[in-house]
């Protein structure tokens, strides 16, 4: 969320930011509204000091026998005044408050300008697609001839965008969580959580979830909002807090279910697994001083990175246009992995720096180490990855010519069973 003093310090400043996302004029309205509402808050203190003036005026005349009833009403009718003045500057105030949490983040300078993902720009790339040698075959073709993999089940229980995983599969994306998880606890640094899957509008508002992506999410009859990623409760973790500056950076990590309702997502990814209601994923979250954001957000994303290098599958780093970065980003690289079922690459993880952004709106400071003065911190979150798409990406790219999928030595030690088990799964798994 945005402060208004930011807009007023620089409204044509504020106006180019909000133009590189297709807002124009949004300055004018806002300082209109703001002019209306500080007018009226003066004119609520010049009438409430007059009033101050009247009460003394009306205290000396009762004391000497005076005749008050003409300062008295003057008094009542500067009360109704100021009330009608303090209605509408609360009014204005919520105006301008809708308006300001309805504005996406202003981005990062180096964001490539662009109406859509095709003005993404490829930083990086690790590893090549091979020659399997021979047609490869996409995920749930692959999935359902092992007899592992059950869109038909899923649907009769749940409707579309769902899947039943059984044995070998099942195990293999437990097993990716698994992986992950030691690996971003045990070499990069992250706090593992066990974290709430409902959570409220004060934390799906703080998170940035809250109004904009309402219909992306699903609702439960009590009010609560199911997460759509562990972001939400992991950052919600500094909700209202002052931390000390000696606790930042904050690693937090979490393998959750994630749940959206993919509105807008109309006939996209309708086979298989890439665009699901439910799925389960493992979260990324850093708290940070805000001198030191970029440099997280850049360690953040080579995390992400060493996940996939570690399941052998070509990935590569994308820095997403101002067109395609998300609400409350500033700035978000997108890891694509290469699919040879689908001939294409295909987004595995996100890693956003939303800078201020969300700790505005959810209060989230810290306390300066000399202890003079608190400000905002910086929240930043990445996917460290999607268990689905890691899935996909293991399954599409380690696929052999019978349709059995070798398992990267990697996750070995989580497979169980003896060496060859572990090794490679076919339909006798």
């Not at 609520?44 to 005749?67: L, W």
């Not at 229980?157 to 992950?180: H, I, S, Y």
């Not at 904009?212 to 919600?236: H, N, S, Y």
Request: proline share 4%; glycine share 10%; hydrophobic share 40%.
């Amino acid at each position: 969320m945005h402060d208004i003093r930011v807009v007023r310090a620089d409204p044509s400043g504020f106006d180019a930011a909000m133009a590189r996302r297709g807002l124009a004029g949004v300055s004018a309205r806002l300082l209109a509204w703001d002019t209306e509402r500080r007018a009226a808050l003066t004119v609520v203190q010049e009438k409430q000091a007059r009033r101050n003036v009247i009460s003394r005026e009306v205290g000396q005349g009762k004391r000497t026998g005076a005749d008050t009833a003409a300062l008295e009403a003057e008094a009542t009718s500067l009360r109704a005044e100021m009330e009608g003045m303090e209605t509408r500057a609360a009014a204005l105030e919520t105006q301008i408050r809708g308006e300001l949490e309805g504005l996406p983040n202003i981005l990062d300078p180096e964001v490539p300008d662009g109406a859509d993902e095709g003005a993404n720009v490829v930083l990086a790339q690790h590893g090549s697609p091979r020659d399997l040698g021979f047609a490869p075959k996409q995920h749930f073709e692959l999935g359902e001839a092992l007899g592992l993999m059950d869109f038909a089940a899923a649907s009769k229980m749940a409707g579309p965008r769902f899947v039943v995983l059984r044995g070998a599969l099942a195990r293999l994306e437990r097993a990716l969580g698994q992986f992950m998880l030691d690996l971003h606890t045990r070499e990069h640094g992250y706090t593992e959580m066990v974290v709430p899957s409902l959570v409220n509008d004060a934390t799906a508002y703080g998170t940035d979830k809250l109004p904009k992506f309402a219909d992306t999410m699903f609702q439960t009859t009590d009010g609560r909002w199911l997460i759509p990623t562990a972001e939400v409760p992991l950052t919600a973790m500094v909700m209202g807090e002052v931390v000390a500056e000696a606790a930042l950076p904050m690693r937090l990590t979490a393998l959750t279910d994630c749940f959206r309702s993919e509105a807008g997502a109309a006939g996209r990814d309708t086979r298989g697994m890439l665009r699901q209601h439910q799925f389960r994923k493992v979260e990324m979250v850093s708290i940070t001083h805000p001198d030191r954001s970029d440099e997280e957000h850049e360690r953040m994303t080579r995390c992400a990175e060493e996940v996939l290098r570690r399941l052998e599958v070509p990935f590569r780093r994308v820095v997403l246009s101002s067109g395609d970065t998300g609400f409350g980003a500033a700035k978000t690289f997108d890891l694509e992995v290469w699919l040879p079922g689908q001939q294409a690459w295909r987004e595995v993880s996100s890693c956003s720096n939303t800078r201020g952004f969300q700790a505005r709106r959810m209060n989230a400071r810290f306390r300066a180490a000399d202890g003079k003065g608190v400000a905002h911190v910086h929240t930043l979150n990445g996917s460290g990855v999607a268990l689905g798409r890691a899935l996909i990406a293991v399954m599409e790219n380690h696929q052999q010519g019978d349709g059995s999928i070798r398992v990267p030595e990697v996750l070995w030690p989580y497979m169980g069973g003896n060496a060859g088990a572990a090794e490679v799964i076919s339909a006798v798994s």
